[in-house]
């Protein structure tokens, strides 16, 4: 990978890219086959034991799984639980094989960053750069919006991210912009259980990492319910309760007061070359 102003990189090989949407379109036509039957355009209103309500109905059932992740705050009692926090990407225009091999990305790699506010891309199936990262603000009492989905100032700030790193792309111009909110627990640890004695379960705070990692929660929540005792049942993350964020304002301050002390840190880090003590201040703070 040929970019600039890197100091160092770790690589593995364990690593693929996948297209999220076709991913869940084939596990859902997949459990199709099976005969299971899905409802989409439900929205849930209250979870309780042995229960869902829903805008048509409740639906009532001996386990009930709560997998909402970053929209967990928007159910009764749980507005605490979650913070979700946006996460918007950017796609370039389709780039050349010669464009390809001059970023060095021309083997498809996956990349990241270990700035503060961290960036990620890769390269699609039709040769496009898709390049994201965080940087939108949180919003006050955890509110989600459709419009929150596109902040002119993020894109255009992941779009001087991805022209510093790799100059070669110049003037390519961006043809896609999108976004949405991932969930994030009070000590960044994602989790996934089952209560037997209500029979509500949970998997979530995957805090952006949650296409494989909803497979292996999955597959736990399924030896949990069967009453299975397997290797992933006894997994450090099987049972584990985050603590709750703090209530507004409280929540509001802290989150968006950690974002701009983070985005600060990279820019001086960037010029300095030494580790900013900010950051780790505020890293402390919100768990990171």
Not at 29 to 52: D, M
Not at 113 to 138: E, K, M, S, V, W
Not at 169 to 181: K, Y
Request: proline share 7%; glycine share 12%.
């Amino acid at each position: 990978m040929a970019a600039s102003g890197v100091l160092g990189a770790t690589y593995t090989p364990h690593c693929a890219a996948i297209h999220p949407a076709r991913l869940a379109r084939g596990l859902a036509a997949a459990v199709r086959k099976r005969g299971v039957r899905l409802y989409e355009q439900t929205p849930v209103i209250e979870i309780t034991p042995g229960q869902l309500r829903t805008t048509h109905g409740t639906v009532r059932a001996e386990y009930v799984i709560r997998a909402t992740e970053g929209y967990t705050p928007q159910l009764p009692g749980l507005h605490r639980a979650i913070a979700p926090v946006y996460s918007l990407m950017i796609a370039t225009a389709p780039l050349p094989e010669s464009t390809w091999a001059r970023i060095g990305l021309a083997g498809r790699p996956t990349f990241g960053d270990y700035r503060h506010l961290i960036i990620y891309g890769q390269r699609t199936a039709d040769g496009r750069l898709a390049f994201g990262g965080r940087g939108a603000p949180y919003h006050f009492g955890s509110a989600i919006r459709t419009q929150f989905d596109q902040v002119p100032a993020v894109f255009a700030a992941l779009r001087r991210s991805l022209g510093e790193l790799f100059p070669a792309l110049g003037d390519v111009p961006v043809t896609h912009t999108w976004g949405g909110p991932l969930g994030v627990p009070r000590d960044w640890c994602a989790s996934a259980g089952l209560d037997q004695v209500t029979g509500l379960g949970w998997a979530g705070g995957y805090v952006g990492d949650g296409v494989s990692t909803t497979n292996l929660a999955g597959r736990t929540l399924a030896d949990l319910v069967l009453g299975r005792r397997t290797e992933i049942t006894q997994l450090p993350w099987v049972g584990h309760r985050s603590p709750d964020w703090e209530t507004e304002p409280l929540r509001w301050l802290g989150a968006n007061a950690g974002l701009h002390a983070m985005s600060w840190a990279d820019r001086l880090e960037a010029r300095t070359g030494h580790q900013s003590r900010l950051a780790h201040v505020a890293g402390r703070f919100l768990g990171d």
